[in-house]
Structures are given as structure tokens and as C-alpha cells.
């Protein structure tokens, strides 16, 4: 350890925010677009020597200026860091760093999970977490479903449409089981529990069909960090190979064969995404299948326009996007949260 210590950079101080982000575009980084602590080390004259954030339970940002490598400063933010994170009662701690920077946490006590190379590297402080994970999704299946390869889906599903229940029955009628992952990330309009509620009662008349929490191991593309990659298709690249990459040990783990994802006629991102995963997937043995969007008057259905719909109080004219299971949810009393926020909200239109 070194001789300084780290003290929280207030979202007030101007300088200390100035110097934050002049640290990171020196060590070729930007600020991330999603933090809610930040952290720094300052010598005596006030000169920021380290930074560091937090988002959640990840730890982001984290650069130590180049004249001050090699004096402990890391270990000192990250220490740090770590310590706040656990009096707000978060144990289990993700980071995702640099190839070239990975070296660094592990004598912090974090350990690697996955990289793609050349580019990331996703970490985290126990060393038996991932394999935990996969046995405990293990657990939530049906009692000898393994011994059958299956299907994945993973799903937002903010809320769940039509253009979900497609897909859903399409992986339901041409697989012996299904796992449907919803992402357990709560950072969409429609929160998860009433996402995981909506896709429950939709996924039902499918005995062929688990549906499971994504856990932590599963990301949005809306917490994704991208402070280090140098443009938005980069980042939507390289989040959708970790996440292959990633899923290709949970196929392992579950005997998953193959996974469906809908096609994209809206979405630049998303085609990437896809299109990422199909360059990972099928060298892995995991057959990838990209459905064409269900339509509805002529248009592929989208949970963007449904949000909008919902957002103009046109409730009634959900009906023809969504499954009765959703629209029974959203216009009774558990839903009545969810509308509310999709009502409040000043931006809806998104993926």
C-alpha cells in the first residue's frame, strides 16, 4: 500500500471532476456514462495521482497516472472501492478492464472470468463465482432435462410482445427444452419482477420451457461499459463477444445446443450484436437461428412501440402487440407501477 489514501470526489467539485477526466483521457479512457461513486487520490499540493468509480457492483474508471505507476496506487483505489461497495452491501464485484491492465487487479483479489482479446477483460473478486453460477442455474432445471440438448433465449422483453411469444414458439415447437434467460438487470422502464412475471405467465402453456433470471453474468448493452473502446460499434462488437463467449460455457454446463434471436429491422446496434454472436456461436458448436420479426399491420412488432403507445395512455390499442397474458398484467394492479413509469418517462423509444 502507499502513503497516500483515496477520499470521494463530490459530484460538486468542479476541479476534482475536471481532473478526473483529464486522468482518464490520459490513459486513453472516457468517462462511463453510467457511475455513482468516484474516488480519488490527490498528492499533497492537490495534483490527482489515481481515480476510480463504482456503478452497481462493478467497479469502472480506474486509472492511476502514469508518473505515479508502480507506488501501490492501484491496490489503494481499489481498496478503496471495494470497501464502499461493501457498506452498501455489495459483496460479489465485477470489473472489466483492459487486456493489458488485468494484471493489475489480480493481486487485488479479482479474478478472470472471460476476455475477448485485444480488448477486454471481465473479472471478479471470487474465484469460484462463474462455476457457482452455472450450478445454480444447473439446479433450476427440471430433474434430468440435461441428459436432452436444448434451446436458449435471452430477453429484455420491456414488456413482453408478440414479438417475444413468436420467438418463444418458435424455440417451444422446434426444441425438446427450452431455457429462457430474462435479463435480470432492473434498468429497463418495466421493471424485472414484472418483466420475469409477464414472460412466466406467457411461457406457461410450454411444459418444455424453463424460464430463469440471467444473474450477473448477463449485461444490458444500457450498463455495458464503454469506457475504454473507441466507437458505439466497437462497443455493441465487443459486448456481444463477451457475451458469447460467456454463454458458450453456460451451453456447456445446461447441454444447450443452439440459441434464437429475432432479426433486427430497426437497430444498427442490435444487427451488430447479432451478428457478432454468429461469428462466435457456431465455432463453438452452438447452432444460431435468426428469426424474422413477427408483424403486425404490416410492420415487424417492437416493445419500443408499445412503451409509446403505453407512454400516450392508449392502452386499448396494445392489445393487437401483445399476448392477453401482458396485456392483463399491464392494466391491472401489478402492472400499475410499471405504467406509470413508462407514462413519466421523457424517452421510450429505445432497444
Not at 28 to 57: H, K, V
Request: charged residues 20%.
Amino acid at each position: 500500500m502507499s502513503e497516500y489514501f483515496a477520499s470521494e470526489i463530490s459530484p460538486r467539485n468542479k476541479r476534482a471532476q475536471a481532473q478526473m477526466d483529464a486522468l482518464l483521457r490520459a490513459e486513453g479512457i472516457m468517462r462511463d456514462r453510467n457511475l455513482s461513486y468516484s474516488a480519488g487520490i490527490f498528492s499533497d499540493d492537490g495534483e490527482m495521482l489515481a481515480t476510480g468509480s463504482i456503478f452497481e457492483n462493478t467497479l469502472r474508471c480506474m486509472a492511476v497516472s502514469s508518473a505515479h505507476r508502480g507506488e501501490g496506487l492501484m491496490a489503494d483505489i481499489v481498496a478503496h472501492l471495494v470497501q464502499v461497495q461493501m457498506e452498501r452491501g455489495n459483496t460479489h464485484l465485477f470489473l472489466y478492464t483492459k487486456c493489458d491492465s488485468a494484471k493489475f487487479f489480480a493481486p487485488c483479489g479479482f479474478y478472470e472470468i472471460a476476455r475477448v482479446d485485444g480488448r477486454l477483460v471481465f473479472m471478479e473478486n471470487r474465484r469460484d463465482g462463474f462455476d457457482r453460477y452455472l450450478r445454480q442455474l444447473a439446479a433450476q432445471l427440471p430433474e434430468g432435462s440435461l441428459d436432452t440438448p436444448g434451446a436458449a433465449l435471452v430477453m429484455n422483453c420491456n414488456p413482453f410482445t408478440n414479438g417475444h411469444a413468436y420467438l418463444l414458439e418458435r424455440a417451444a415447437g422446434e426444441n425438446a427444452r427450452v431455457v429462457l434467460f430474462v435479463l435480470s438487470e432492473d434498468r429497463s422502464l418495466v421493471p424485472f419482477a414484472d418483466r420475469l412475471a409477464m414472460v412466466q405467465a406467457a411461457a406457461a402453456k410450454y411444459p418444455n420451457v424453463t424460464v430463469v433470471s440471467s444473474g450477473s453474468y448477463m449485461i444490458s448493452s444500457a450498463t455495458f461499459p464503454s469506457y475504454f473502446l473507441k466507437d458505439d460499434e466497437l462497443v455493441t462488437r465487443t459486448h456481444a463477444q463477451l457475451d458469447a463467449t460467456l454463454f458458450t460455457r453456460i451451453a456447456s454446463a445446461l447441454n444447450l445446443a443452439c440459441r434464437y434471436v429475432g432479426d433486427e429491422p430497426f437497430s444498427a446496434a442490435t444487427r451488430t450484436y447479432n451478428e457478432a454472436l454468429g461469428a462466435v456461436l457456431p465455432p463453438s458448436g452452438i447452432a444460431l437461428h435468426v428469426i424474422p420479426r413477427r408483424e403486425e399491420g404490416g410492420a415487424p412488432i417492437s416493445a419500443s412501440h408499445v412503451r409509446q403507445l403505453i407512454h400516450d395512455g392508449r392502452m386499448e390499442d396494445i392489445r393487437p402487440f401483445v399476448p392477453e397474458t401482458t396485456y392483463a398484467y399491464l392494466t391491472g394492479p401489478q402492472g400499475a407501477a410499471a405504467v406509470a413509469r413508462i407514462r413519466a418517462s421523457q424517452d421510450v423509444i429505445h432497444h
